[in-house]
């Protein structure tokens, strides 16, 4: 079910919350917590279905807020809403909030009224994020702030700025997005032959910033030289491309074939076929939704490791 609030308050939205829930029998019962993303209205529905895909393991309330920083001053001060719950919000309920004018320019004013009673509150940039995230508006009333890099003109930049203006909770999902590599070369090393890596490199697109963040792992995890080669997107793949590790006996490497596949070479052994997805969006923020507590290896990669990596300006 879908319900349209055009030029409405906050105050109005919570009562027809209220209303729905009497008339249709939606309760917020179960929710676990309250996610808030932030957004273009150019991104609006891509974030809403990440979210509702989501909330099928996470079950939430999503308040979205959507507003054209361009309009601000332009535009005569505005509040649309829409309520979205059942089939329409998956696990979730959902409130889209549109703002227009002066509307937009206290964000945390627009949610508070809106977020669960003692539920925790996880903010999402879906988009470009405020340079210190955890001093913004939304950030100071949430226990974890995400945001995503790759959605930055620079994504190299970006990180830069996300290890200098690092605090606990913050996370990114350019980090979420290389889980499966990490798991896969931690599975490597933890199988014979049981020896030293002693050089290591790391190739993906520049537009990635989740090759940077897996060299700066392995310069953390292993304590060696990693070389870190990044290509313009036009010479290969989006994103990370192979990993190679030097060891007494070879080399070991983990090449991407396809967006699905991997493939694995180990000296003396046959090559390896792997699964080795591309991470939905879906998948990188539900992973992040089941950590409310500060993620400290995401904070030593990003405040150490891309610091190592990239050198002391970052």
Not at 81 to 101: C, H, M, P, T, Y
Not at 267 to 276: S, V
Request: proline share 5%; net charge negative; charged share 25%.
């Amino acid at each position: 079910m879908i319900v349209d609030l055009p030029t409405t308050t906050v105050s109005n939205v919570s009562k027809a919350l209220v209303r729905i829930r009497e008339d249709g029998g939606a309760v917020a019962l179960g929710r676990v917590l309250t996610l808030v993303i932030s957004t273009s209205p150019e991104r609006l529905e891509e974030a809403v279905e990440a979210a509702n895909d989501a909330s099928r393991e996470h079950p939430m309330r999503v308040v979205v807020v959507s507003s054209d920083q361009s309009a601000r001053d332009i535009v005569e001060a505005r509040l649309d809403a829409q309520i979205r719950v059942g089939g329409d919000a998956g696990a979730s309920e959902v409130i889209i909030l549109r703002a227009f004018g002066a509307a937009a320019s206290d964000s945390e004013s627009l949610v508070t009224g809106l977020l669960l009673p003692d539920a925790p509150v996880v903010v999402w940039w879906a988009g470009i994020w405020p340079g210190h995230a955890a001093h913004s508006t939304l950030g100071r009333i949430a226990q974890r702030r995400i945001t995503d890099a790759t959605t930055h003109p620079d994504p190299q930049q970006a990180l830069r700025e996300l290890a200098a203006n690092y605090t606990p909770g913050d996370t990114d999902l350019a980090w979420s997005r290389i889980t499966l590599w990490r798991a896969q070369l931690a599975t490597v090393l933890d199988q014979p032959p049981y020896e030293k890596v002693t050089d290591v490199e790391v190739s993906g697109s520049v537009e990635s910033p989740s090759t940077t963040l897996l060299a700066a792992w392995l310069t953390q995890q292993l304590d060696v030289r990693v070389t870190h080669t990044l290509h313009p997107r036009k010479q290969g793949g989006w994103g990370i491309d192979r990993v190679q590790l030097q060891r007494e006996s070879g080399t070991t490497e983990l090449r991407r074939t396809h967006d699905a596949l991997a493939q694995l070479s180990i000296p003396n052994q046959p090559l390896h076929d792997l699964a080795l997805t591309r991470r939905s969006l879906r998948d990188c923020l539900a992973e992040e939704l089941r950590h409310l507590d500060p993620d400290e290896l995401y904070g030593r990669v990003i405040t150490h490791g891309v610091a190592m990596l990239l050198g002391d300006d970052a």
